[in-house]
């Protein structure tokens, strides 16, 4: 029993254990279950046979889809898509540091170029260059004068054959495509072999049939030359794929206004011809040859600003003699000083020569006369200064 001290400290008292022993409980054997096995017949256990399996036949995924896209499109699923975006050839500028700012020496064929400038930046006589060098290489020339001012004298002084020279001055702008689409056909289906240069000289004179019969121009929707440029480029830069034909574009900066805020454009007629164009040369006015205190003729920087066949942002510079052309000589003599095999300081060129072993005194001459008998002299100048440029960025002959 528990004490009064042990009940007033709330605790009970430890009772002692009993010395009575614990009963052992028998835990019951389980018998372990028996599985009957079934007795085989053969005494020696096989394998299960292995089943045969078919030949895997190697699944060109190329070729299927092409075979059920064909069935949509037969003309344009198959082998021709790779030939089309194939770049056929190119149209030399005939300028040295133009055609290497391109990439690919001169003016890509199957694409759409645009060339844009300030009024008097040499954009016609880039263009007429073009056309020399297309008649050199026996091809043909369409020349849409929507200008209504391309002067014949000038093209024939470059050199231009001007009867071997389809000139148009089409009404309106959507009068220009079906000339441009029907020269395509017409080229390719003749003569698949030959370059064909289209110029459109220029966007921005190049205006709607609605915008010269409308009397009020308030009438006029907004952006009618946009319009006709966004419906009908993508057929004609289709028409060109894979072809030799290279289409021109000559553009001229423009003022846009929005709201507050105005910009400049250099390409006009809305953003079409800047998305289907694959090269785009802007062209800025360098400075002014003089021959004395006369002013005769002009210094031209190109820069690409688009290049979708080879590298962009690349400048090429170059002098124009008004009334003459682009200097070529000059603008050969520039490509020898970015290439390193000449210099030139305070007016005076000096060169090592010959280029591959130069012996002796290096030439040096100054101004047109210098370079005059220069050529005079060493008859291959010239030509071997060409040879090697072409082969340093791997250009065409």
Same mark, same amino acid.
């Given at each position: 029993?528990?004490?009064?001290?042990?009940?007033?400290?709330?605790?009970?008292?430890?009772?002692?254990?009993?010395?009575?022993?614990?009963?052992?409980?028998?835990?019951?054997? #389980?018998?372990?279950? #028996? #599985?009957?096995?079934?007795?085989?017949?053969?005494?020696?256990?096989?394998?299960?046979?292995?089943?045969?399996?078919?030949?895997?036949?190697?699944?060109?995924?190329?070729?299927?889809?092409?075979?059920?896209?064909?069935?949509?499109?037969?003309?344009?699923?198959?082998?021709?898509?790779?030939?089309? #975006?194939?770049?056929?050839?190119?149209?030399?500028?005939?300028?040295?540091?133009?055609?290497?700012?391109?990439?690919?020496?001169?003016?890509?064929?199957?694409?759409?170029?645009?060339?844009?400038?300030?009024?008097?930046?040499?954009?016609?006589?880039?263009?007429?260059?073009?056309?020399?060098?297309?008649?050199?290489?026996?091809?043909?020339?369409?020349?849409?004068?929507?200008?209504?001012?391309?002067?014949?004298?000038?093209?024939?002084?470059?050199?231009?054959?001007?009867?071997?020279?389809?000139?148009?001055?089409?009404?309106?702008?959507?009068?220009?495509?079906?000339?441009?689409?029907?020269?395509?056909?017409?080229?390719?289906?003749?003569?698949?072999?030959?370059?064909?240069?289209?110029?459109?000289?220029?966007?921005?004179?190049?205006?709607?049939?609605?915008?010269?019969?409308?009397?009020?121009?308030?009438?006029?929707?907004?952006?009618?030359?946009?319009?006709?440029?966004?419906?009908?480029?993508?057929?004609?830069?289709?028409? +060109?794929?894979?072809?030799?034909?290279?289409?021109?574009?000559?553009?001229?900066?423009?003022?846009?206004?929005?709201?507050?805020?105005?910009?400049?454009?250099?390409?006009?007629?809305?953003?079409?011809?800047?998305m289907y164009a694959a090269v785009i040369v802007s062209?800025?006015?360098?400075?002014?040859?003089?021959?004395?205190?006369?002013? +005769?003729?002009?210094?031209?920087?190109?820069?690409? +600003?688009?290049?979708?066949?080879?590298?962009?942002?690349?400048?090429?510079?170059?002098?124009?003699?008004?009334?003459?052309?682009?200097?070529?000589?000059?603008?050969q003599l520039q490509r020898g000083c970015d290439l390193?095999?000449?210099?030139?300081?305070?007016? +005076?060129?000096?060169?090592?020569?010959?280029?591959?072993?130069?012996?002796?005194?290096?030439?040096?001459?100054?101004?047109?006369?210098?370079?005059?008998?220069?050529?005079?002299?060493?008859?291959?100048?010239?030509?071997?200064?060409?040879?090697?440029?072409?082969?340093?960025?791997k250009l065409p002959p």
């Amino acid at each position: 029993m528990a004490t009064a001290a042990t009940i007033a400290a709330g605790k009970t008292a430890a009772t002692p254990k009993s010395p009575i022993p614990q009963k052992s409980v028998a835990v019951p054997k #389980v018998a372990k279950p #028996v #599985v009957a096995v079934a007795k085989s017949h053969n005494p020696i256990s096989k394998a299960p046979p292995v089943p045969k399996v078919k030949a895997v036949v190697a699944f060109n995924l190329t070729d299927h889809l092409a075979d059920e896209l064909s069935k949509l499109s037969p003309t344009d699923v198959s082998t021709s898509p790779k030939l089309r #975006v194939k770049l056929p050839g190119v149209i030399p500028s005939r300028v040295p540091t133009l055609d290497a700012a391109l990439g690919r020496g001169g003016w890509p064929m199957a694409r759409l170029v645009i060339v844009t400038g300030p009024e008097g930046g040499g954009k016609t006589t880039i263009a007429l260059h073009a056309c020399l060098s297309v008649q050199e290489m026996g091809g043909k020339i369409v020349y849409l004068d929507q200008e209504h001012k391309l002067d014949l004298d000038y093209a024939k002084s470059i050199g231009v054959n001007l009867d071997d020279m389809l000139l148009s001055q089409p009404f309106g702008l959507e009068n220009c495509f079906p000339l441009m689409e029907s020269a395509v056909k017409i080229m390719t289906a003749k003569a698949p072999d030959k370059p064909l240069l289209i110029v459109l000289d220029s966007m921005n004179a190049a205006r709607t049939i609605a915008e010269f019969e409308e009397e009020d121009p308030t009438k006029l929707f907004v952006g009618p030359q946009a319009r006709v440029m966004s419906s009908k480029l993508p057929k004609l830069v289709r028409a +060109i794929a894979g072809t030799k034909v290279t289409i021109m574009f000559i553009s001229q900066p423009r003022t846009s206004m929005g709201g507050t805020a105005s910009w400049t454009e250099l390409v006009a007629c809305g953003k079409a011809p800047k998305m289907y164009a694959a090269v785009i040369v802007s062209l800025e006015r360098d400075g002014f040859l003089k021959r004395g205190d006369t002013d +005769i003729g002009s210094k031209v920087k190109a820069k690409v +600003i688009k290049n979708q066949v080879a590298p962009p942002f690349k400048v090429g510079k170059f002098s124009m003699v008004w009334g003459q052309g682009i200097d070529l000589v000059d603008a050969q003599l520039q490509r020898g000083c970015d290439l390193g095999m000449m210099s030139y300081s305070k007016g +005076i060129y000096e060169c090592p020569y010959p280029f591959d072993a130069p012996t002796g005194e290096p030439l040096k001459w100054q101004g047109t006369k210098g370079i005059q008998r220069i050529m005079k002299d060493h008859p291959e100048f010239m030509a071997r200064l060409i040879e090697i440029d072409r082969e340093t960025y791997k250009l065409p002959p």
